[in-house]
């Protein structure tokens, strides 16, 4: 099921598996419209529903609580091993991502959905409302969690968009963060770009497998890839430039709920079915996490909680969570 309706600054378009966004469309103040949102190519492949529900038609954005999934991993020495929960070792990036949610509300200004986890799941809802901007090509967003028993899990948003063009056509604009650390292994066998288990002053000045210099601001990214960097201690604000097409995507988060920002750069290096080495996207996901290497991961010991950013949050019972985000597009 999907609901799609237009404002004056545009037209949205929700699904209810995953609760996704996606397409959007902005019409910027000049009149031009752009659709920055990655809407996968096998949305309609009579085969996606061999797939992890959160693939099938995998687009726009969406909430994930938990962030990343429980799994048994071979990590570096200052990983910590750790077992596995088994509420967070199936759904890739929790059950919300993977199940369909329900339609509370849709208005000519707002929708707002809910979802039930299973009984059994210390998770018991989420509610999320989008909420178009009446004066300007911006969406605004809360998400809430309430929960049936005290846990601590990582938890993130998952806004994906286009890449296109040429190298340099696009840039990530990140301002005001700690380091960046690069994943501590594969992401995809044979397809990682960046030295793994690394932290660097600046996503400009990233480090490669061969011993290259990168800067990993500047899309698309001149290899194919499958890789992940986690910008840590970041201040709740990053843009992306389409610099080739003279437009941007503003994104703006509570920096007190997600004190990282991981960066999916999905660049053609998964060649198996459905990613068929066509797929180009990159995610901007605030965080409270370890990578997505799961709520268990993210509650023990790992560099980037012992540098000083919270890699899991507090969910109380009785005590519903919100947060509120926003993205918005705007000419350059």
């Known amino acids: 099921m999907e609901k799609t309706f237009e404002w004056r600054h545009g037209q949205l378009s929700v699904q209810a598996l995953g609760g996704m966004i996606g397409p959007v469309e902005f019409k910027l103040p000049n009149g031009r419209r752009v659709s920055p949102f990655q809407v996968a190519p096998w949305g ?161 000045n990233a480090a490669g497998r061969n011993g290259q210099q990168i800067d990993a601001s500047q899309l698309p990214l001149p290899e194919e890839c499958e890789d992940l960097l986690q910008i840590v201690g970041i201040n709740g604000e990053v843009g992306l430039e389409y610099t080739a097409e003279k437009y941007a995507v503003n994104l703006n988060w509570q920096k007190e709920h997600f004190g990282s920002l991981l960066l999916w750069y999905s660049n053609k290096g998964r060649k198996a079915y459905p990613w068929n080495g066509r797929h180009q996207a990159l995610g901007m996901e605030p965080i409270c996490g370890a990578f997505d290497l799961g709520p268990s991961q993210s509650k023990a010991g790992n560099p980037i909680s012992e540098s000083g950013t919270p890699t899991t949050m507090r969910f109380k019972p009785g005590i519903p969570f919100k947060t509120k985000y926003r993205i918005a597009a705007a000419p350059l």
């Open 44 to 204: 309609e492949d009579d085969r996606r529903t061999e797939l992890p529900g959160i693939l099938q038609r995998l687009r726009g954005e969406w909430p994930c609580v938990p962030f990343g999934t429980d799994a048994l991993r071979e990590l570096p020495e200052n990983w910590p091993a750790v077992g596995v929960d088994k509420n967070f070792a199936t759904d890739p990036h929790g059950f919300s991502a993977n199940h369909n949610w329900q339609f509370d509300q849709v208005s000519s200004d707002m929708i707002s959905m809910s979802i039930r986890y299973p009984d059994e799941h210390p998770i018991e809802m989420l509610r999320r409302t989008i909420t178009p901007d009446p004066t300007a090509p911006a969406l605004d967003f809360e998400l809430e969690v309430i929960v049936r028993e005290a846990c601590d899990l990582s938890f993130g948003l998952h806004p994906t968009f286009k890449v296109l063009g040429r190298p340099g056509d696009m840039r990530i604009d990140a301002k005001h963060y700690d380091f960046v650390h690069s994943f501590p292994g594969d992401v995809e066998p044979g397809a990682a770009l960046f030295a793994p288990n690394q932290t660097f002053e600046k996503l400009e």
